[in-house]
């Protein structure tokens, strides 16, 4: 089973501030995505990327800045971090090479801005 | 873009009933998944169910592809089947770019 791991799990910031969440798969899967998840919304894509440097803009990019560093790490930034953005985030990573497009997800980090 | 509509919003059984959650998409779609979400937030994958019926347990997916539905099949509810139930699914053709619907909550009460 592929991993997916975030950290951090909770994170409490204040308006104005910076926040990196940060996202490894170890199963050297091509696609990663960010996502946050409101009440009422569903799931919504922030970011994904389809490999190391790469980086695609999602539904809901505003306010976001992502990079993925390594095959494995995906990192979703707040720079200027805003009440609207008290959520729960999601990373998964999945794998289009062998026709099997699963995603993986990670545990999530919820996320306060005060 | 992609439209993905789930029905019914809320649902509410008891103990032993069986549920009947449908995905619908306005698009072909390359790759279709029904996942659990715990009521402290983990999501679970259920299914990766792109064309035709899964089986597991008292779980069942039915995705017909010309419908543009897909659908998952609770026998006989239990409790801990309370939560929400999410599809997703991606369309052919160019990035792989994965929606959700809003997802099903589910309570199921003894």
């Known amino acids: 089973e592929a991993a997916v791991t975030q950290s951090p799990r909770n994170k409490v910031t204040v308006t104005g501030g910076n926040v990196t969440l940060s996202c490894r798969q170890t199963?050297?899967?091509?696609?990663m995505y960010w996502y946050r998840q409101d009440t009422g919304h569903g799931l919504r894509l922030i970011h994904y990327?389809?490999?190391?440097?790469?980086?695609q803009i999602g539904d809901v990019p505003d306010g976001y800045k992502a990079t993925r560093t390594t095959q494995e790490d995906f990192f979703l930034l707040l720079e200027l971090a805003s009440p609207s953005q008290t959520s729960l985030y999601f990373c998964?990573?999945?794998?289009?090479?062998?026709?099997?497009?699963?995603?993986?997800f990670g545990h999530g980090t919820k996320l306060s801005v005060l | 873009g992609q439209q993905v509509q789930q029905s019914p919003a809320s649902l509410v059984l008891q103990e032993g009933e069986n549920a009947e959650l449908q995905c619908n998409f306005s698009?072909?779609?390359?790759?279709m998944q029904w996942f659990y979400q715990r009521p402290g937030g983990s999501l679970v994958s259920l299914f990766y169910?792109?064309?035709g019926t899964k089986h597991s347990g008292r779980l069942t997916s039915t995705t017909v592809i010309k419908e543009r539905r897909s659908s998952l099949h609770i026998s006989s509810s239990q409790t801990t089947d309370s939560g929400t139930y999410l599809c997703?699914?991606?369309?052919?053709?160019?990035?792989?770019?994965?929606?959700f619907g809003k997802g099903t909550s589910l309570v199921v009460h003894p």
């Open positions: 998964a990573s999945s794998d289009r090479q062998f026709s099997n497009e699963r995603l993986f």
């Open positions: 199963n050297s899967h091509n696609y």
């Open positions: 990327s389809y490999g190391a440097g790469n980086l």
């Open positions: 698009t072909s779609l390359n790759s």
């Open positions: 169910n792109p064309s």
């Open positions: 997703a699914l991606a369309t052919s053709g160019g990035n792989y770019k994965p929606t």
